[in-house]
């Protein structure tokens, strides 16, 4: 990433861009706008903060944010975790083994095929997360009013 300089991996990159391209797909950017031009009727410029209710709820947005990426990244965790504890136990087993020589490749091809079947799960998954988020945006403001 040269604008912030720092290195991003190739996958993180094609996650970005497959983020990007379902987000314009399922037409989150007419949504985006739409709950934009809702807000300056549902939380006027100048009215009072935010209460209390909506704070919290607020913070349930956040928590249910991090639970569905987590959701999200849980198959290539898992099965990364998987891949590294059996050969932690075939290294213990078989120390003759290079562990170094046949884990790696051995790892990165299991984290391709992991990507194919997480990604043909990753739309219907993608949709159900954008129009959770989206309702709870669009009815945000006009909870506690």
């Given at each position: 990433?040269?604008?912030?300089?720092?290195?991003v991996?190739?996958?993180?990159?094609?996650?970005?861009?497959?983020a990007?391209?379902?987000?314009?797909?399922l037409?989150?950017?007419?949504a985006?706008?739409?709950?934009?031009?809702?807000?300056?009727?549902?939380?006027?410029?100048?009215?009072?903060?935010?209460?209390r209710?909506?704070m919290?709820?607020?913070?349930?947005?956040?928590?249910?944010m991090f639970?569905?990426a987590?959701?999200?990244?849980l198959?290539a965790v898992a099965?990364?975790?998987?891949?590294?504890?059996?050969?932690?136990?075939?290294?213990?087993?078989?120390p003759?083994?290079?562990?170094?020589?046949?884990?790696f490749?051995?790892?990165?091809t299991?984290?391709f095929?992991?990507?194919?079947?997480?990604?043909?799960?990753?739309?219907?998954?993608m949709?159900?997360?954008?129009?959770?988020?989206f309702?709870?945006?669009?009815?945000f403001?006009?909870?506690?009013?």
């Amino acid at each position: 990433d040269p604008q912030n300089g720092v290195n991003v991996p190739v996958i993180g990159q094609y996650y970005v861009v497959i983020a990007t391209l379902l987000f314009l797909a399922l037409n989150g950017h007419l949504a985006l706008i739409r709950i934009l031009a809702d807000s300056f009727q549902s939380l006027p410029i100048g009215t009072d903060s935010l209460t209390r209710e909506e704070m919290r709820g607020i913070a349930m947005w956040g928590t249910r944010m991090f639970a569905d990426a987590m959701m999200v990244a849980l198959p290539a965790v898992a099965s990364i975790l998987l891949v590294n504890l059996s050969f932690g136990v075939v290294s213990r087993s078989a120390p003759q083994l290079n562990v170094f020589g046949v884990g790696f490749p051995v790892t990165l091809t299991l984290g391709f095929v992991v990507l194919v079947f997480a990604i043909s799960n990753l739309l219907p998954q993608m949709q159900h997360l954008l129009d959770g988020a989206f309702g709870a945006a669009s009815s945000f403001g006009y909870g506690g009013r």
